[in-house]
């Protein structure tokens, strides 16, 4: 620390360390918060630290929350109390409509207070209402990836023209999606992934149809797309086709959901409990609740290694032949 900023050593750091147990942050988040940035032992924590602190306690924020947020971007305290946050929480809650949907926001991406709203989200905005973006979808985008709105204009204006190219109407949440999703990568990060499914049996019009149908198919990594496009080929007997067709089931954990209830389907299979035309993403695409009442509740009676199963405590060996869409 002393190495980053010396003048630490001359500070009243007792009176910094009360001033944020005083406020309910741990003995942990202390320690993260002042190793990522020493300079706050430099501070008049009256007159600098505690104020944005008690800012952020107006909005609703919990001091769980605070500590969270601080201790991840401890640099909004660096930033102008009246010049930044403030202006920047209130053109927040004036596009968002409410203190309650700003402070939501704020706990879901604690980077958001180090951005100049005013500068950046307004203009953004008005980019998404001259492409004829309801104002409700614009709040939507914004709460389900506050990056989209955050971008340079430019990259703004390029991912909505790329989204609607691709047949995207700009009333719909699937338009919202594509959007943010577009938004979370660079163009070349794209172009990797797009080419990545294009080495595994997709064509270039197979990709974007997954892509039209759930836009977040996209939002997987090159080494996590290899992976479960291998596993339904090469373990399922999938054609990619029939994963285009489905292409929600790439968003599904392997370890925890995908591989669990292939190993049930395995069991009930091999002792005749289910024929091989089971639509086998039907079943991948059940909710827990819906899967446990449907498939375990009715069979682990008969076949009770299926439990065990369920729990990932079976090795799935893969399918002989494969399943129907």
């Known amino acids: 620390m002393l190495s980053k900023h010396p003048r630490v050593i001359e500070s009243d750091a007792q009176t910094v360390?009360?001033?944020?147990?005083?406020?309910?942050?741990?003995?942990?988040?202390i320690k993260t918060l002042t190793m990522r940035l020493p300079k706050l032992f430099i501070y008049h924590v009256k007159k600098t630290i505690n104020p944005k602190i008690e800012f952020l306690k107006s909005l609703g924020l919990s001091e769980l929350h605070i500590a969270k947020l601080l201790s991840n971007?401890?640099?909004?305290?660096?930033?102008?109390?009246?010049?930044?946050?403030?202006?920047s929480v209130q053109a927040l809650v004036r596009f968002l409509g409410s203190d309650v949907s700003a402070s939501k926001a704020i706990k879901g991406c604690h980077r958001m207070l180090e951005f100049n709203f005013e500068k950046v989200l307004d203009p953004n905005v008005s980019i998404f209402r001259s492409h004829g973006v309801p104002e409700s979808l614009i709040v939507?985008?914004?709460?389900?990836?506050?990056?989209t709105l955050l971008l340079k204009g430019s990259r703004v204006s390029e991912i909505i023209g790329d989204v609607k190219e691709l047949g995207f109407d700009p009333n719909t949440v699937l338009f919202a999606l594509a959007v943010c999703t577009m938004a979370r990568m660079s163009k070349a990060c794209w172009e990797r992934k797009l080419e990545t499914y294009r080495s595994l049996g997709l064509s270039k019009d197979e990709i974007y149809s997954a892509f039209r149908k759930q836009p977040m198919c996209m939002i997987n990594s090159v080494k996590k797309i290899h992976k479960l496009m291998s596993f339904f080929m090469n373990?399922?007997?999938?054609?990619?086709?029939?994963?285009?067709?489905?292409?929600?089931?790439?968003?599904?954990?392997?370890?925890?959901?995908?591989?669990p209830r292939c190993s049930v389907l395995q069991l009930l299979l091999s002792q005749g409990f289910i024929k091989e035309d089971v639509k086998f993403p039907y079943v991948l695409k059940m909710t827990d609740k819906n899967f446990?009442?449907?498939?375990?509740?009715?069979?682990?009676?008969?076949?009770?290694?299926?439990?065990?199963?369920?729990?990932?405590?079976?090795?799935?060996?893969?399918?002989s032949s494969s399943f129907n869409v």
């Not at 360390?17 to 988040?29: A, N, Q, T, V």
């Not at 909004?76 to 202006?87: D, K």
């Not at 399922?236 to 925890?256: A, R, T, V, Y």
């Open 140 to 147: 939507k985008t914004f709460l389900i990836n506050p990056r």
């Open 17 to 29: 360390f009360d001033l944020f147990r005083s406020h309910g942050f741990s003995e942990k988040d």
């Open 235 to 259: 373990k399922l007997n999938m054609k990619p086709s029939m994963i285009s067709k489905n292409p929600g089931i790439l968003l599904f954990s392997l370890e925890k959901r995908i591989i």
């Open 292 to 319: 446990r009442q449907r498939i375990l509740s009715k069979y682990e009676a008969v076949v009770p290694e299926i439990v065990k199963a369920y729990k990932g405590k079976t090795e799935f060996q893969g399918f």
């Open 73 to 87: 971007e401890p640099y909004v305290l660096t930033r102008s109390l009246e010049n930044h946050i403030i202006p």
